[in-house]
């Protein structure tokens, strides 16, 4: 999430007594919503305390987690909060977050790699926009699956092995859909 642009470098917000934040780039007041929407972008930030001058950077993030979590966006299933908070103060603590951190890069980058082999399968061809709703359908259905999303899968963390075979399946019923599209082109 290093991706920054006007000021280059990480945007400062300053966390006053009132709880107000304020955005010293923009000369603004803004919200956790604003934050959240920033970090959405790629903006980098740092988030002080006004007064102690101390990085609170860790406990504004957890705090929008929190709001995002109350709002139904719900992504961290109870059986993972649990083994979670059950780390704290094991032996293996230090190494939780270099772990999360690694899994999360691979998933975005899985992520990045699935949209762009859909969208470049049907680049240039009639079919192009059919493609786009399509992806779009699939990221909306996909979001049913996560764990903890009503509807979804029992709010239970799926291992490695269940994601790559879902991901088979997936590859699977995307060369099904080629197909079927390559004879109605035909």
Not at 133 to 143: K, L, P, R, V
């Amino acid at each position: 999430m290093k991706k920054t642009t006007p000021g280059d470098g990480p945007v400062t917000i300053k966390k006053y007594a009132n709880r107000r934040l304020y955005n010293t780039e923009t000369s603004s007041y803004i919200t956790l919503d604003h934050l959240a929407a920033m970090t959405r972008e790629g903006r980098d930030f740092k988030v002080i305390d006004a007064k102690s001058e101390e990085d609170i950077t860790h406990n504004i993030l957890t705090q929008i987690i929190m709001e995002e979590e109350q709002r139904g966006q719900t992504m961290l299933p109870v059986n993972f909060l649990r083994q979670l908070i059950a780390m704290y103060g094991d032996s293996m603590q230090a190494m939780v977050p270099g772990y999360l951190e690694a899994s999360m890069d691979s998933f975005r980058r899985n992520q990045q790699q699935f949209k762009s082999a859909v969208e470049g399968a049907f680049a240039n061809s009639p079919f192009a926009e059919l493609a786009k709703q399509n992806m779009a359908m699939f990221e909306a259905a996909t979001q049913a699956f996560k764990p903890g999303a009503k509807g979804g899968v029992g709010g239970t963390a799926q291992t490695s092995a269940s994601k790559d075979d879902e991901i088979a399946a997936l590859k699977a019923e995307l060369g099904r859909l080629n197909e079927k599209i390559e004879k109605l082109g035909d």
